[in-house]
């Protein structure tokens, strides 16, 4: 079975791969060429799509490194199997939420800006999480992990999903049409969806304007997900903002997101961390021995949803 291999790959995993019987054919995706999906039954890739027709092909499987879906063709899908990443980068996003909430109530940047200025300056607006209420918007695998952590602060967590059924660490969990009702009582917000056409700034001009003021927003699911211009509009009530994904990316150097105080960039990196690879490899090596087994996959992708 010929499988097309566009990720990172290690020179073990190839041989454990060839293994289970299949012939490995691996390629950098910039150096992917328009012919190289032929014959191919089996892809393994980050975005492999932008150069790769991949209708009316022998494609029986894709199995993507990423856990967003949105870069998936409209066309070619058909009778292909397809399995994310879910979960794969949980760990590290759970606690870069944690870091940037910890940052906002502890002031980090502003005590950093005085030690930049060799200033000796208690900061008296430092507050605890004790209390404070945090919302994620979504409850997956990202949630989890970050509401894991946040347990020990004595935070209150809620969250939203489509079901209102809670989860392990997300106890409080409410249906998404009750978002407008919780809104203006959260103090951490922090979406954790797919994009999705429902989704597309599903974080409008008026759920900003019911946020409350000196909340903080982190944003680490997709940068379409938010509303960025009434962003902009209404960032001075916030306590912090943190933007680690963003409509345009690289963000557009004129953007006046850049130069606010209490907004905090970051370039897509919430999810970097030195165990990722070896996740990610152990899943794709996972579901690749239960395709070609003929058992059931893991993570697959429900297309019509859209995660």
């Known amino acids: 079975m010929k499988l097309l291999y566009t990720a990172p790959i290690s020179l073990d995993m190839e041989d454990r791969l060839k293994k289970l019987g299949y012939d490995v054919v691996f ?61 794969g980068y949980a760990i590290p996003i759970g606690e870069w939420i944690v870091t940037k909430i910890l940052e906002s109530y502890k002031r980090t940047s502003n005590i950093y800006s005085l030690q930049k200025n060799h200033e000796w300056k208690k900061d008296f607006e430092i507050q605890e999480l004790t209390g404070k209420k945090v919302l994620f918007v979504g409850t997956g695998t990202i949630a989890q992990e970050a509401a894991k952590r946040l347990e020990a602060f004595g935070v209150e967590i809620y969250g939203l999903n489509r079901s209102g059924q809670p989860t392990e660490y997300i106890r409080d969990v409410r249906t998404m049409d009750q978002l407008g009702d919780l809104i203006s009582q959260i103090d951490v917000f922090v979406p954790v969806l797919p994009l999705t056409p429902a989704t597309m700034d599903l ?6 304007r019911s946020m409350k003021v000196g909340s903080v927003l982190i944003n680490i699911s ?86």
């Open 203 to 208: 974080i409008d001009e008026s759920m900003i």
């Open 27 to 87: 390629k950098k995706e910039k150096d992917l060429k328009a012919g190289d999906i032929e014959g191919v039954e089996v892809l393994v890739g980050l975005n492999p799509f932008t150069r790769l027709d991949i209708r009316d092909t022998r494609l029986k499987f894709i199995q993507l490194s990423t856990q967003g879906v949105n870069h998936l063709p409209q066309e070619g899908l058909e009778g292909v199997l397809v399995a994310n990443n879910r979960g």
């Open 222 to 307: 997709r940068g379409d997900v938010v509303d960025e211009e009434a962003l902009i509009k209404e960032a001075d009530k916030f306590l912090a903002i943190h933007l680690d994904v963003l409509k345009q990316e690289p963000l557009d150097q004129d953007s006046p997101l850049w130069d606010m105080d209490n907004v905090f960039i970051s370039a897509h990196t919430s999810w970097v961390s030195e165990y990722v690879d070896g996740r990610r490899e152990d899943l794709v090596y996972e579901n690749l021995r239960r395709f070609i087994q003929g058992e059931e996959i893991l993570n697959r992708v429900d297309l019509k949803r859209g995660y």
